[in-house]
C-alpha cells in the first residue's frame, strides 16, 4: 500500500542553520506531493506542494523537488529562523482517491 | 486561503457528557474529514465524508459519529466523553482539481474530558 516516511525528530537546528527534513513514499501511481505545517497550538496549513516529477514546490524560503528516481520529497530552506519552530508534515494523494496518506511529522526546534 | 472554521477551540467538560464539535466550510468543497491528533503527533482520520449524506469511517477506530445534511457543515458528536477522547480534533476540507486533491485545515478543537 501506500506510504510516506519521514525523518524522525526532534530536529534542533540553530538561527541561520542550513535545513533538510527527509521524506520517502511508496504508491503505485503517480501521486501528488505535499508539505504541511503546523505552528504551537494552531491547526495545519498547507507549506508547499508538487504534482509530478521535477516539479518544484516552495513557499517562505522552504522547497522541495518531486523526486520519482528515488521516490522522495526532502524538505529544505538554507536559513532557517526561530518562527519557523514547527512540526512538520509530508503526505502523498493519488488520483484515484481522495485521502491523504500522512507521514508521522517531524518536530522542528530552531535555537537562537 | 481556506476558509473553514470550527468551535469551539478548547472545551474542557465532564466525563459522560455530551459534546458537539462544529465544523463549517464557505468553499463549497464536497469532502470533509475529521482527523484525531494528539499534539505534535501523528495524524489519525476518523471520519470522512464525499458529500451530502455520506459518512465514513477513517481509518482510526472512534467513538464519535458525524453528519453531512449541509454541503458546508460537518459536525462531530461524542454520545458520552471519556477522558481517553481527550485530544485535538481538525476538520478539513478538500478540493479536487488539475494540482491534485488539497486539503484545508480549520484550527483545530482542543478537547479536555475530566
Known amino acids: 500500500g501506500n506510504s510516506v516516511t519521514q525523518m524522525e525528530g526532534p530536529v534542533t537546528l540553530s538561527e541561520e542553520a542550513f535545513l533538510t527534513i527527509n521524506c520517502t513514499y511508496t504508491?503505485?501511481?503517480?501521486?501528488?506531493l505535499f508539505w504541511y505545517v503546523q505552528y504551537p497550538g494552531e491547526g495545519l496549513q498547507l507549506l508547499l506542494k508538487?504534482?509530478?516529477a521535477d516539479d518544484k514546490g516552495s513557499n517562505k524560503g522552504f522547497e522541495a523537488t518531486y523526486r520519482k528516481e528515488t521516490t522522495s520529497f526532502h524538505l529544505e530552506k538554507g536559513s532557517v529562523q526561530v518562527s519557523d519552530s514547527a512540526v512538520y508534515f509530508c503526505?502523498?494523494?493519488?488520483?484515484?482517491?481522495?485521502?491523504?496518506?500522512w507521514g508521522a511529522g517531524t518536530k522542528l526546534i530552531i535555537k537562537p | 486561503e481556506a476558509d473553514i472554521y470550527q468551535t469551539p477551540r478548547y472545551l474542557v467538560i465532564g466525563t459522560g457528557k455530551k459534546i458537539t464539535l462544529e465544523c463549517s466550510q464557505t468553499m463549497g468543497h464536497d469532502k470533509m474529514y475529521w482527523y484525531q491528533q494528539d499534539p505534535g503527533m501523528e495524524l489519525h482520520l476518523i471520519h470522512y465524508?464525499?458529500?451530502?449524506?455520506?459518512?465514513e469511517k477513517g481509518d482510526l477506530s472512534s467513538e464519535s459519529t458525524v453528519s453531512r445534511i449541509r454541503t458546508e457543515h460537518f459536525p462531530l458528536t461524542l454520545e458520552s466523553a471519556r477522558p481517553s477522547h481527550t485530544s485535538q480534533y481538525l476538520c478539513?476540507?478538500?478540493?479536487?482539481?488539475?494540482?491534485?486533491?488539497?486539503?484545508?485545515f480549520g484550527e483545530g478543537s482542543w478537547l479536555t474530558v475530566v
Open positions: 503526505a502523498l494523494s493519488e488520483d484515484s482517491n481522495y485521502q491523504l496518506i
Open positions: 478539513a476540507s478538500s478540493e479536487y482539481g488539475p494540482s491534485g486533491n488539497t486539503i484545508y
Open positions: 508538487a504534482t509530478k
Open positions: 465524508s464525499y458529500g451530502v449524506n455520506s459518512t
Open positions: 504508491a503505485t501511481g503517480y501521486p501528488s
